[in-house]
């Protein structure tokens, strides 16, 4: 039994991963400006900063590191299941792998609002090249559906309407908690939200109705 135990243990996380781990939780809650370099070598259980160093040149390539890795799984998300309908108007799979993705990292959206509000006044270089290849990706895939009936001019604003639509929820979840005094991660508010995101998303890029031939 131990010898079974011991095969299916997962392998420890390297030292840069529970730096970067530690950083997009902070970053999370306060933004760029308002987390120092200590406190996340203090949360990755590094013996000082220095030690941080060894992996990152500076707060700045840390913050960059953390966002190209949070965004890293959405983009594939995007890109391999594909934001438009199936034949049916059904979202296919991309709602029910994105929905998953973000309840287990629920400071990613967060992350990613505080970056676009806050982090581009101090990094706004970086904020817009590291964000930049989500919004291309994704007005690329909208652009590939032809059942949906939407006018290239359209695409810049159903591709943000989807983003607050999906990403808001879980950005927003603390406010949610505090008007509703439920919680919005729970596994039952998940799976509504999932099922909420499904109709929504069929509506939005489904067969456009004023073009459906008379039966």
Do not use: C
């Not at 941080?52 to 190209?68: C, G, P, Q, S, T």
């Not at 967060?110 to 989500?134: G, Y």
């Not at 009936?149 to 908690?177: C, M, Q, V």
Request: hydrophobic fraction near 45%; charge should be positive; glycine fraction near 6%.
């Amino acid at each position: 039994m131990a010898r079974r135990s011991a095969r299916t243990r997962q392998p420890a996380p390297s030292t840069r991963d529970v730096i970067l781990d530690a950083a997009a939780r902070r970053f999370a809650e306060r933004g760029f400006a308002g987390v120092s370099v200590r406190e996340i070598a203090t949360d990755a259980g590094l013996k000082n900063q220095a030690s941080l160093y060894h992996h990152f040149r500076d707060k700045r390539a840390l913050y960059e590191a953390v966002i190209a890795r949070g965004l890293e799984p959405i983009l594939a998300l995007v890109a391999e299941s594909g934001i438009a309908t199936t034949p049916l108007g059904e979202p296919g799979a991309f709602v029910e792998h994105m929905v998953e993705h973000l309840a287990a990292h629920p400071h990613l959206p967060r992350l990613i609002q505080r970056a676009t509000l806050e982090d581009r006044k101090h990094l706004p270089a970086s904020v817009a090249r590291l964000l930049r290849p989500l919004y291309s990706e994704g007005v690329r895939v909208l652009a590939d559906s032809t059942q949906s009936g939407w006018e290239a001019s359209d695409l810049l604003h159903l591709g943000a309407g989807l983003y607050f639509l999906i990403f808001g929820y879980f950005a927003n979840a603390p406010l949610i908690e505090a008007v509703t005094g439920r919680d919005p991660l729970s596994a039952a508010a998940v799976a509504r939200q999932r099922r909420f995101l499904r109709l929504a998303v069929n509506r939005l890029l489904g067969p456009d109705p004023t073009k459906r031939t008379p039966s």
